[in-house]
Structure formats: structure tokens, C-alpha cells
């Protein structure tokens, strides 16, 4: 589902809600994952970019200790509680995410008084495209400049991550919380996720268009393949570093000593191992071609990316397969994959700005006709991380005027 979000509105809506104006407003954004699937939990790099979609917040402090959590996308969920209530409840919902931050930031030692949040976005939920790390980003933002605490961005970031690991309980990597956080526009986010830092690499928006795919089939993230996958790396990781010195993670192990230590793996081991091995190289790969601006094989990386994330890490489904092969059957595609964890949301296509939209359009088209499903297409461009936004202006209500109609 996606849900748009106007800002004066809900400046509006917040003083209905809450009986007083916002303080402040932040942004964070969602992220794309260009390349590099499954490798930011097994140490490896990851091409991302922070997009120009995401999540809006609208905050201000209260008098009590009440936190009171409302959001545009589920206007009939709202969670309220106390400020030393800040255990996890099944019951929470998508609360659970700002609420794991909250709790997360509390025991680092924020201050933290009764407060009333806003929260709205134009991200799809559940895509793919990180609407969870974008909530948790937009919370640890607001609280850290509420609490007149400056922090850096990668506190914040591993906040945001210790509260999807830990209280969502999703063993994800670095890599979205990393992007909502550092992304700039124009560039591409290399992430080393081993000493987790990151460098900027110039992503030209205007020669490469960013054209997200929306299967429309909901992951289910929070199910156990994602952790099963995490699972079975980890052990493969502990036989091959039995026999090969010096690695410290996967992706520190090479394809070539992959192969000759293949017999200490189970089938399914090997399987998941050979992908992202393999995939780390493509990463590096897909550096160089955006180092040089060279389109077309940054493109076939990206397929190749798609059948290796398909067929030895399986977690593709029919529809991103679909979505994928009807990009690339299309003139002006680069490149097409599915794009973060996959078993559903969004797929990813590179497109010549030339034809973006009438691929968009096609795509959408031959796709709900054989399917059923209503795909949905979001032409993004590369933005900043999360921060603060100027406020916006609750709207004014003018009063009828009676006179003038009473005489016409
Ligand atoms: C999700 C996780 C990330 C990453 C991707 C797959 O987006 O949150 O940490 O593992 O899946 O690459």
C-alpha cells in the first residue's frame, strides 16, 4: 500500500489530533538498493542510494509523560505510553519501530519527555524500499535534535539498526539505516559493511533513471526466511573460517577458495555462500562501472545480480522474476533486479531517461494482464538523508462569509 502525504495537511491534522501545533518537522528517507543482495550481514559492499521518498515526522514535546504515535498510513492504530513504558508489544504494531528507537535511545541516556508524533510518507510500505529503517531514522533524528544532543549520524544509524535487530527482531545489516542516514543526492552510497563506513560515488539521475517496480506481493520480512538465510551464511561462514586463515567474515572468503573448500559445505550452504561471494565481486564490479559511467555494464551486473539473488539465494518470487524480464525485454532498460530482500516489493530498473515512462507505463501494463495485480511504478531520483525540514504552515480556515451569500 502506498500512502501519499501532505505536509500543510497533516500540520493540520496534528493540531486536531494533539490540540496544539508541531514544534518540528523531519525527514528520512527510503533507499534503493542498487546492487548487492544479502552481502551487507556477511561484512561484504553494498551499492545504495537514499531516494527522494520517505518518511515525514511532525513532533512536539508535551507536558507529561505521555508519547502518543499516530500515522497517515494507519490513521485507526494509534499507541500511546508512558516514557518508562517503553517495552516491546506485539500489540504496537508498526509503532514497533519508532517505539524500539525510543526505547533503544533512552538507554544511551536521552532525555526524553511526554511527546506527540505525526508520522506520514510516500514510500510504499512493506516494498522493499525501507519504510522501517526510514521511521526509525526520522524518530532517532527528531529525538536527538529535540533532546539538544547532537549525535553523529552513525549513532544514530546503529541505533536505528540495534532496533530492528533487537526489538523488531529482524537480523538485517547496516545498509538501510546507513543510506536513510548519509545518502546525498546525486550520489550512490559504496558501504563497506565490515568497518561500516561508506564512500560517495557520483550517480548522474539525469542519464540513469531510478524506476522502482511494485509487484504488489507484501513481504513478509519479518517471517524467518529472511533469518534463515542470515542463519545459514553464519554457519557456513564457521566451517570455511575452521580451514581458511585471516577471514573474518564471508566476504573476506575469495570464489576460488569458495570452490576448493566447497566439500565442508551442505548443498543449501554452498548455494547461499556462492551467491554472495560472487555478488561482493559484482558490487566491486559495479563500482568501477559507475566510476566510468559506463551504463550498460552497470546494467548487465544488475541481471546478473537478479539470477544469482533468483536461483542461489531464492529470495525472488514469480512476480519480481516477471516484473524483472519484462523490464529488460524493454528498449532503454540497462538493467533490472530485484531490490532489497526481496520474496516480494519492489524490483529495480535502470532506464535511459528517453523512454523511462513509456517502459513504465508497458511494464505495468503487460504485467497486471498477467497477473492481476496492480503494479505500480515510482520514478525516483537519488536525495539527502534524514534531517530536519522547515515546518509547515498549519492552513488557515476561513470562516463563510454569510453577508455576501445572504444578498446573491
Ligand atoms: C533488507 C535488510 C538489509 C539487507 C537487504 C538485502 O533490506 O534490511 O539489511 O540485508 O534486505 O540485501
Not at 510504499?124 to 529535540?146: C, K, Q
Not at 559504496?190 to 540513469?208: E, G, H, N, S
Not at 505495468?364 to 525540514?389: H, K, N, Q
Request: aromatic content about 8%; overall charge negative.
Amino acid at each position: 500500500m502506498t500512502y501519499g502525504f501532505d505536509q500543510a495537511e497533516a500540520a493540520g491534522r496534528f493540531v486536531s489530533l494533539f490540540g496544539a501545533p508541531a514544534e518540528r518537522a523531519f525527514f528520512a528517507p527510503g533507499r534503493v538498493e542498487l546492487i548487492g543482495s544479502h552481502v551487507d550481514y556477511n561484512g561484504g559492499h553494498v551499492l545504495a542510494a537514499a531516494i527522494d521518498r520517505g518518511t515525514y515526522v511532525l513532533v512536539r514535546q508535551r507536558e507529561d509523560d505521555r508519547i502518543r504515535l499516530v500515522s497517515s498510513a494507519f490513521p485507526e492504530r494509534e499507541v500511546e505510553f508512558g516514557v518508562n513504558e517503553l517495552e516491546y508489544l506485539e500489540a504496537d504494531g508498526w509503532a514497533s519501530y519508532p517505539k524500539g528507537v525510543l526505547h533503544f535511545l533512552r538507554r544511551r541516556g536521552y532525555r526524553m519527555s511526554g511527546l506527540d508524533f505525526l508520522f506520514g510518507g510516500d514510500l510504499p510500505i512493506a516494498g522493499g524500499l525501507s519504510s522501517s529503517a526510514s521511521i526509525e531514522m526520522a524518530t532517532a533524528v527528531a529525538i536527538s535534535s529535540l533532546a539538544n544532543e547532537p549525535v553523529r549520524t552513525m549513532d544514530l544509524v546503529r541505533t536505528a539498526q540495534r532496533a530492528e535487530n533487537e526489538f523488531i527482531g529482524l537480523k538485517c545489516g547496516i545498509m538501510d539505516q546507513l543510506a536513510s542516514g548519509y545518502g546525498r543526492a546525486g550520489r550512490a552510497l559504496m558501504i563497506d559493511c565490515k568497518k561500516v563506513r561508506q564512500r560517495t560515488l557520483p550517480f548522474d539521475d539525469a542519464a540513469m533513471k531510478i524506476l522502482l517496480l511494485n509487484t504488489r506481493v507484501d513481504r513478509g520480512l519479518q517471517g524467518s526466511a529472511y533469518n534463515d538465510r542470515v542463519r545459514t551464511c553464519a554457519s557456513a561462514f564457521k566451517k570455511l573460517k575452521a580451514k581458511i586463515k585471516g577471514v573474518t567474515c564471508l566476504c573476506d572468503v575469495s570464489p576460488e577458495l569458495l570452490v576448493r573448500h566447497a566439500e565442508l559445505l551442505d548443498d543449501l550452504e554452498l548455494k547461499r555462500a556462492r551467491h554472495v561471494i560472487e555478488e561482493e565481486q559484482r558490487v566491486r564490479h559495479a563500482a568501477a562501472a559507475l566510476d566510468i559511467d559506463d551504463a550498460d555494464w552497470f546494467g548487465q551486473l544488475l541481471d546478473e545480480s537478479h539470477r544469482s539473488a533468483r536461483d542461489l539465494y531464492e529470495v525472488s518470487c514469480d512476480e519480481l522474476d516477471l516484473m524483472v524480464e519484462l523490464a529488460r525485454s524493454k528498449d532503454g532498460c540497462f538493467g533490472a533486479r530485484l531490490t532489497g530482500a526481496g520474496f516480494g516489493g519492489c524490483a529495480l530498473a535502470l532506464v535511459s531517461p528517453e523512454s523511462v515512462a513509456q517502459v513504465a507505463v508497458e511494464v505495468c501494463a503487460e504485467y497486471r494482464d498477467r497477473t492481476g495485480l496492480a503494479a505500480e511504478a515510482y520514478l525516483c531520483a537519488t536525495g539527502d538523508g534524514a534531517r530536519a525540514i522547515a515546518l509547515p504552515t498549519v492552513p488557515t480556515v476561513s470562516a463563510p462569509n454569510t453577508a455576501q451569500g445572504e444578498g446573491s
